[in-house]
């Protein structure tokens, strides 16, 4: 019988990258809204569950990241911490991430109580990240899901944004988030595989970081 193959930190990020690398050329849903052939009813669902998302990421996702690093894991704080006030738009009004989104969603037709009734329902699915202790299996969880959702948008061939103005429409002040993440993905999506590369110290938190990665791409999941 051969020996399991172990990854070693050496390939580990060559195979992460493979693994986002596949997840995306299978998003058919992202590659519809870059070629504006989704439909309008299509694409105000994929809006109003993104909101969800991205307000979810701001208020649970890394208040709890922050919180499950260990005390040594001073790097990953300081990676978090970075982000966090970044989706806060540096704390100028109006400027966090899900106000920026939400000009979009508006712009579909969608109201401030579906939006909100959205993220409520959303963000239960994730409040057992409170009922998580710090470690660093816990940490390498969230840090490999952060990895694989900012390197989608760097492998995009573009940003929707031509399309949302000719093909739906969409007015230039509803598109800012889109513009704020044009150059800011591609410098997180290196942060956080660099970040990552730290913690995964071991064959075993190399494995589930590569499943974890799997797991976050996998759309039917995300719009279940």
């Known amino acids: 019988m051969k020996p399991e193959h172990r ?4 390939d580990f990020e060559n195979l992460a990258n493979e693994r986002i690398d596949t997840a995306v050329r299978k998003m058919g849903l992202f ?13 105000r669902s994929a809006a109003q569950r993104y909101y969800a998302e991205v307000r979810t990421f701001v208020d649970l996702k890394l208040p709890e990241r922050l919180r499950l690093c260990p005390s040594d894991a001073l790097r990953a704080r300081r990676f978090l911490a970075e982000i966090y006030a970044e989706e806060h738009g540096n704390f100028e009004p109006g400027r966090d991430h899900p106000a ?11 109201g401030e ?4 009734d959205e993220y409520r329902s959303y963000s239960a699915r ?16 969230e840090l490999a899901t952060m990895a694989a959702w900012e390197s989608v948008v760097p492998r995009l061939a573009r940003l929707p944004i031509q399309s949302l103005r000719e093909a739906y429409g969409i007015a230039e002040d509803a598109l ?40 976050t791409l996998d759309l039917e999941g995300y719009f279940a």
């Open 113 to 116: 109580r579906e939006l909100e």
């Open 176 to 215: 800012e988030f889109f513009r704020v993440h044009q150059q800011a993905d591609a410098a997180h999506s290196r942060a956080a595989l660099d970040v990552l590369c730290v913690y995964t110290d071991s064959p075993e938190l190399r494995e589930h970081a590569l499943g974890v990665i799997e797991e």
């Open 100 to 110: 920026l989104w939400a000009r979009f969603c508006h712009a579909l037709g969608i």
């Open 126 to 141: 994730f409040r057992y990240l409170r009922e998580r202790e710090p470690s660093r299996e816990n940490l390498v969880t």
């Open 7 to 10: 990854h070693t930190n050496e």
């Open 31 to 43: 590659q519809d809204v870059v070629k504006g052939r989704l439909s309008r009813p299509q694409l």
